[in-house]
């Protein structure tokens, strides 16, 4: 794709200089794009009874499907369908806010115990191998946080999103922060979407297979 061929709400000159820079790491993207499909489909066989197991309990625990597919914003500002595993009730977006906190008790009882593990994202492997995601990389957002991006932010459109980040560490605890009081939409997008925007950027300026995988490693210790 040329530049000129991104949507229009993405050429800006913050956008231009990281399409520069990506340009120019054409074989670390291939790289990336080529561990990314080695790596999710080894991890999908060494963890598959594991995910049968945990079919059996999300299908068991409550009515409806064993995955939940959300609409996500993915690279170049396209939608895509995010699998996860549903830890909630059926259609809880309808019966609820997006951004979930705490107790919610549209959580169900299996579904707690697998966010609390982070099971939940496992199923996004699926994603990478369809290349609609990445093992590494910011985060997609649903479509009213992307319109709420400032500029700059939306450099981060240029890369596929991922299952995990550094800024997925780093905000590991995010609820808590929603949880202080106040509108928690207003506190995602004015107190945590900059510092998280600024981790992804960062990113994308030293973007490594390398890094990727010590980024996993460093998923995997925050988790446990």
């Not at 609820?175 to 960062?202: F, R, S, W």
């Amino acid at each position: 794709m040329k530049y000129s061929q991104l949507p229009k709400n993405m050429q800006n000159e913050y956008t231009r200089r990281y399409w520069e820079l990506l340009q120019k790491h054409k074989i670390r993207l291939f790289a990336k794009r080529f561990f990314d499909i080695a790596a999710s489909a080894v991890i999908l066989l060494i963890l598959s009874p594991l995910l049968l197991v945990l079919t059996a309990a999300v299908k068991l625990d409550s009515p409806g499907p064993v995955f939940y597919r959300q609409t996500r914003v993915g690279r170049y500002g396209s939608d895509f369908k995010i699998f996860k595993f549903r830890t909630m009730v059926q259609n809880a977006d309808q019966i609820g806010p997006p951004l979930t906190m705490g107790k919610d008790p549209r959580i169900t009882r299996v579904g707690r115990f697998i966010r609390k593990c982070r099971m939940d994202e496992v199923s996004q492997l699926l994603n990478v191998l369809n290349g609609s995601m990445s093992l590494v990389g910011p985060r997609p957002e649903v479509r009213r946080y992307v319109d709420a991006y400032q500029p700059e932010y939306m450099a981060t459109l240029l890369i596929r999103p991922g299952i995990t980040a550094p800024s997925s560490i780093a905000f590991k605890d995010e609820d808590k922060l929603l949880n202080a009081g106040g509108n928690p939409e207003a506190i995602y997008v004015e107190k945590i979407l900059p510092p998280k925007m600024a981790l992804n950027l960062e990113y994308i300026n030293h973007l490594s297979v390398f890094r990727d995988i010590k980024i996993m490693f460093q998923t995997v210790a925050a988790i446990i």
